[in-house]
């Protein structure tokens, strides 16, 4: 079926040359591990992957506990839910990520806001979210939650954003879904010092893959316990957490309303020698990042932000066109490099131009930062198998399509 997607680009862009925009890198014992899955006939959430995968993400991480989710959608969701937001309860999050970093507080019934971004990170701007906070403290409007988004693997000020947690009263979740194996200040993103939960992806395109899965982990074993029942059905068999006393094998309790967000073995086993890798994974990345850096650096283009203070996992190339000294729009540099096989997109649309939050009354200019940069921004392939012949012809197509 993959096969039969590219085909159909390249008859339509009529290119016998296709680069995807992201590409899983399968070169280990995947194969083995999914068959041994299949062989144990342990192929549901039951078995030894799922338990596996948690203990070495929690070895790479250095968190205490780890819950690992169906999607990283559930894992926000969860995350949320353990944090016990409720109806009326506000959240704030960036206008630059995919739906759910907003959708996951819907579904809690809360109510979600925005904090526009930094112009050079493309993160949550500390400054907006100063002033933000400031204003919502007069008014008695304060959220209970911010959910951080490291857009493109890159880290959020999480220091200064954990200080201001602390004055105004705020929990943290961070929404890493594309930053595995991230820095910032010397540790890996996930061990949640400045945070009560983290949260990855590994969704079929992010650094890795078990196809669709999360993963929600947490220092506080409280939140753990609570996210571990929500994600499945509100059901335990743990003797410890029980309210009426079972000497049997067979007995189970639920405790609360929750529900089916489980990973299955299947998608553990496909994922875990990945994990092995994942250093390997972001290395390549960010060595893939600087030959780009080197071959656009003199054109009107933007490359993405580089700090001292944090590595990024480098999940996305993502540069923004100058378009007072590009006479074509960003459009129709889109559209020539579709042509050319070249699988660029854009990421993201900010969430509050979408129709349905719309509806909830955000409107075209309440986040200026945010939608200046959606106008400008371009998203290259980024993979570890990318070649150095590839980037040069990415790049010199570039060059071909702004001249």
Known sequence: MFQAVINDIKNIYQTKDFIPLHEPCFTGDENRLVNECLDST????????????????????????????????????????SLGLKKNDIVWTSPISFVASANCALLANAKIDFVDIDPNTYNISTIELKNKLIKAKQNNKLPKL????????????????YLLSKKYKFKIIEDASHAINAYYKGLRVGNCKYSEITVFSFHAVK??????????????????????????????????????????????????LGFNYRLTEFQAALVINQLKRVSKFTKKRNSIS??????????????????????????????????????????????YLHRKGIMVNLHYIPIHTQPYFKNLGFKLGDFPVAEEYYS????????PDLTIKQVKFITNEIKNAIN
């Open 42 to 81: 342990f192929v549901s959430s039951v078995g030894k992957f799922v338990g596996q995968f948690e203990k070495e993400l929690a070895d790479v991480t250095g968190v205490k506990h780890v819950v690992v989710t169906s999607s990283g959608t559930s894992a926000l969701h969860i995350s949320c839910l």
């Open 376 to 383: 400008n921004t371009l998203t290259l392939p980024m993979f």
């Open 290 to 335: 600087r030959l780009y850096d080197s071959l656009l650096k003199n054109l009107p283009i933007k490359l993405p932000a580089k700090l001292s203070d944090r590595i990024s996992g480098m999940h996305l190339y993502i540069i923004q066109l100058d378009q007072k000294k590009i006479s074509k729009k960003r459009d129709e540099i889109i559209n």
């Open 146 to 161: 911010v959910i951080v988004v490291h857009l493109a693997g890159l880290p959020c000020d999480m220091h200064e954003i």
């Open 207 to 256: 650094i890795i893959t078990s196809g669709e899965g999360g993963i929600a982990i947490t220092n506080n074993k409280k939140l753990a316990i609570k996210m571990q029942l929500l994600r499945s059905h509100g059901v335990t068999r743990e003797k410890k957490l029980f309210q009426n006393k079972s000497i049997n094998s067979w007995y189970y309790e639920q405790l609360l």
